[in-house]
């Protein structure tokens, strides 16, 4: 027998299975103690150039949700911004159910406006989330033709 044979042969074998049996092992726990599906849920507050290039670069990141948009300006009910509803103002995101369910919100309303971000800003520390402000741009030309569905 080739096991009897040649001791050196029998060493690397055995060392080889024992390689394979763990590394079934770590990868078997790593699975186990993996978080399932993480995904941080998010609102946006304002309806603006940003948001529309926010929605663009995460529409196909799985680690992040929008859930709604909030803008006080108006709009009809049924606008969606890349699959996401444009779901009431400003006054009314503080009651909403997708900032509850939210961990960070987004702000994505201009300079111009400041009573609305100092407002929005308020919003969302009141809320106890985490709150990322948005860069402004120069247009919503610049994220795609079609961002606003009816």
């Given at each position: 027998?080739?096991?009897?044979?040649?001791?050196?042969?029998?060493?690397?074998?055995?060392?080889m299975?024992?390689?394979?049996?763990?590394?079934?092992?770590?990868?078997?726990?790593?699975?186990?103690?993996?978080?399932q599906?993480?995904?941080?849920?998010?609102?946006?507050l304002?309806?603006?150039?940003?948001?529309?290039?926010?929605?663009?670069?995460?529409?196909?990141?799985?680690?992040?949700?929008?859930?709604?948009?909030?803008?006080?300006?108006?709009?009809?009910?049924?606008?969606?911004?890349?699959?996401?509803?444009?779901?009431?103002?400003?006054?009314?995101?503080?009651?909403?159910?997708?900032?509850?369910?939210?961990?960070?919100?987004?702000?994505?309303?201009?300079?111009?406006?400041?009573?609305?971000?100092?407002?929005?800003?308020?919003?969302?520390?009141?809320?106890?989330?985490?709150?990322?402000?948005?860069?402004?741009?120069?247009?919503?030309?610049?994220?795609?033709?079609?961002?606003?569905?009816?």
């Amino acid at each position: 027998m080739l096991f009897r044979s040649h001791p050196v042969f029998c060493i690397v074998a055995l060392s080889m299975w024992r390689m394979l049996v763990r590394l079934l092992w770590e990868r078997a726990q790593a699975e186990v103690n993996a978080p399932q599906n993480v995904q941080n849920l998010a609102v946006v507050l304002g309806a603006q150039d940003p948001t529309a290039k926010l929605l663009k670069s995460i529409e196909d990141d799985p680690h992040w949700k929008v859930t709604a948009i909030f803008d006080d300006q108006p709009a009809s009910p049924n606008v969606r911004a890349y699959g996401v509803p444009i779901a009431g103002t400003l006054d009314e995101a503080l009651h909403s159910r997708q900032l509850a369910q939210a961990s960070y919100v987004f702000i994505a309303i201009p300079p111009s406006r400041p009573e609305d971000l100092k407002r929005a800003e308020q919003l969302a520390q009141r809320a106890g989330k985490t709150v990322i402000p948005l860069p402004q741009t120069d247009g919503i030309r610049e994220a795609g033709d079609g961002v606003f569905q009816y």
